[in-house]
């Protein structure tokens, strides 16, 4: 194209704005001339979740209006009552009691179109009867990074202001632990600790059970926590990690997925992971043999993070009002135990 005829396109597409322009302006005046006299958008339609069967509990708590609000939640309304089933905008299945047939699936009752939510915190190992689950559900709700509402059991976010000082010292490593199997691996890897390193077992395992609030005070006392989880799964971090340890003020030593999972989480200097080691013996002496200046590099993070705990089940389904506009819609795990189990 010569000069003269890419001006004259020029000119020509600078027209054709112009005229777009002038009828863009014409349709919002139309529109403004249009609304209601109140103006303004339509209040948010307040989401209802439906939660077919509290988690572990056949007593639901009291779940007054303000609930999500109170955990930062606008516009979200959770309940436990079967009548809303026709006008839910998610209904909410915990696996437990659908493993243990404590809580039915309405199928037959279900409007069409109505998102439902598959709900598990446990690992896969303790979670059964997910053969007959599939095609039914749309997004899940799990502690896994790939959930369509991913819930962690807790996680750092920024805080200023000094940290909180650390607990005193008296003593090396404890665990708490109720359920001890040798299958496990995290029950084999302590009986190859146990004769290198001074470990001390509470909860119902040794008959040396904490109340709920001895709990994190006892364990601050020692150098480090044995945060082993009950199975090794992707992306299974517990409280035995968040709470136990990082939120007590003792450094956690971890059995669990690997070390750069972790690392997605919290500072790689933040735990020292059983991985790290060859050897159960090379762990212990790595531990006992610690000096103070490397002990306090464990807890650096502690000037720039806290930890932020997520135990609360309300806390948990508010999370799905906060993603609802983003959730995929029409998707249906097909094969929800091949997706969990794999
Ligand atoms: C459950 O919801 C129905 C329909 O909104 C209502 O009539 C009923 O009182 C509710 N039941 C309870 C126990 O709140
Ligand atoms: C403490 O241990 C670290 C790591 O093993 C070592 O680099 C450092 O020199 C030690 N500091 C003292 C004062 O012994």
Known sequence: MNSAGYSLSRRLRAVGVLAGAALLSAIWLLWLLGSPPTGGPAPPHTLIILIWHWPFSDRPPELPSNTCISFGVAHCHLSTNHSLLASADAVV????????????????????????VWVSMESPSHTHGLGRLGGIFNWVLSYRRDSDIFVPYGQLEPHQGPAPPL??????????????????????????????LQVDVFGRANRQPLCANCLLPTVAQYLFYLSFENSQHQDYITEKFWRNALAAGTVPVVLGPPRATYEAFAPADAFVHVDDFSTAQELASFLANMNESHYRRYFAWRDRLRVRLFGDWRERFCAICTHYPHLPRGQVYQDLQGWFQA
């Open 93 to 116: 299945f915990h696996h437990r009691e659908l493993q243990t047939q404590q809580a039915r699936l309405p199928l037959a009752k279900r409007p069409r179109g109505q998102p439902w």
């Open 167 to 196: 607990p005193a010292k008296k003593r090396v490593a404890a665990w708490v632990v109720s359920n001890f199997q040798e299958r496990q691996r995290r029950v084999q890897v302590y009986r190859q600790l146990a004769p290198h």
